[in-house]
């Protein structure tokens, strides 16, 4: 990250905003080397970039990320680097992961579960974005899913991301679980091999955590965080916001 861009992304003390999906904070701790890396500097005077936070299992995450890619597909402007980075919800969740609703209602404590998947759920089909939440029982641990997603060629990476999102959000499929990412990256054209190993690595597992604690201690509260240029917008963004801030990027 540029210094500039760093020193922005540190002044964020927003409200979060209400369609993302938030953790408790822990006690500030910098963690300079999980600190994710910019792009090469030659691109950095040909590209636009643009970074995203955020967590596979977090729905507002699955319906941003759609919208950007949206925009994305359709943008005839200068060339865009999208760098996804890693946020935990729940970085203590077992591997197994933990009942979602039990999670949600200690959470969120007077907050209907059905009012919020109700939410997310017409928010999605504004978008054309499903959820089954009649199938989706267990909040999983994420950090083998964004190592092996951060490990996948840069052409695989999306249809990785979008085989992750269906397989939790739509089958109810545990994305902490080895064979379910082996069966996503075999769907996403990548091998079983290929995810089993990144999955199951200690080294790839740390760097996920430290580049999330990275982002927790830096400002990040709640995801999806875009940070497009100087800007900084946070939770489920429509294509159109996502796509004025883009244009005020290239227009730099």
Same mark, same amino acid.
């Given at each position: 990250?540029?210094?500039? !861009?760093?020193?922005?992304?540190?002044?964020?003390?927003?409200?979060?905003?209400?369609?993302?999906?938030?953790? #408790?904070?822990? &006690?500030?701790?910098?963690?300079?080397?999980?600190?994710?890396?910019?792009?090469?500097?030659?691109?950095?005077?040909?590209?636009?970039?643009?970074?995203?936070?955020?967590?596979?299992?977090?729905?507002?995450?699955? =319906? $941003?990320?759609?919208?950007? /890619?949206?925009?994305?597909?359709?943008?005839?402007?200068?060339?865009?680097?999208?760098?996804?980075?890693?946020?935990?919800?729940?970085?203590? %969740?077992?591997?197994?992961?933990?009942?979602?609703?039990?999670?949600?209602? %200690?959470?969120?404590?007077?907050?209907?579960? *059905?009012? =919020?998947?109700?939410?997310?759920?017409?928010?999605?089909?504004?978008?054309?974005?499903?959820? !089954?939440?009649?199938?989706?029982?267990?909040?999983?641990?994420?950090?083998?899913?964004?190592?092996?997603?951060?490990?996948?060629?840069?052409?695989?990476?999306?249809? +990785?991301?979008?085989? +992750?999102?269906?397989?939790?959000?739509?089958?109810? +499929?545990?994305?902490? *679980?080895?064979?379910?990412?082996?069966?996503?990256?075999?769907?996403? /054209?990548?091998?079983?091999?290929?995810?089993?190993? =990144?999955?199951?690595?200690?080294?790839?597992?740390?760097?996920?955590? &430290?580049?999330?604690?990275?982002?927790?201690?830096? $400002?990040?509260? $709640?995801?999806?965080?875009?940070? =497009?240029? /100087?800007?900084?917008?946070? $939770?489920?963004?429509?294509?159109? #916001? +996502?796509?004025?801030?883009?244009?005020?990027? %290239?227009?730099?």
């Amino acid at each position: 990250m540029s210094t500039m !861009n760093r020193r922005a992304f540190l002044k964020f003390t927003g409200v979060v905003a209400l369609c993302a999906c938030t953790r #408790e904070q822990p &006690a500030p701790a910098v963690l300079d080397a999980g600190a994710p890396q910019a792009a090469p500097a030659a691109q950095a005077t040909t590209r636009l970039q643009v970074d995203v936070w955020h967590d596979m299992s977090c729905p507002w995450c699955r =319906i $941003g990320l759609h919208n950007l /890619g949206q925009v994305l597909s359709a943008w005839s402007g200068p060339p865009v680097t999208l760098l996804l980075h890693p946020f935990l919800l729940e970085p203590g %969740a077992p591997a197994e992961g933990t009942d979602l609703r039990a999670m949600l209602t %200690a959470k969120y404590g007077n907050v209907s579960v *059905d009012q =919020i998947f109700s939410r997310v759920t017409q928010m999605g089909t504004q978008y054309g974005v499903r959820f !089954n939440w009649e199938k989706v029982r267990v909040s999983p641990q994420t950090a083998a899913a964004h190592a092996l997603l951060a490990a996948a060629p840069l052409e695989r990476q999306r249809a +990785l991301l979008e085989s +992750l999102h269906r397989a939790y959000f739509e089958q109810g +499929l545990n994305i902490g *679980d080895v064979q379910v990412l082996a069966s996503a990256s075999e769907e996403a /054209g990548l091998t079983a091999e290929f995810a089993r190993s =990144i999955a199951t690595d200690p080294k790839r597992l740390s760097d996920v955590r &430290a580049q999330a604690a990275w982002a927790s201690s830096s $400002g990040v509260r $709640g995801v999806p965080y875009f940070q =497009i240029g /100087g800007q900084t917008l946070q $939770g489920a963004r429509s294509p159109d #916001e +996502l796509r004025a801030a883009l244009q005020v990027l %290239a227009r730099r």
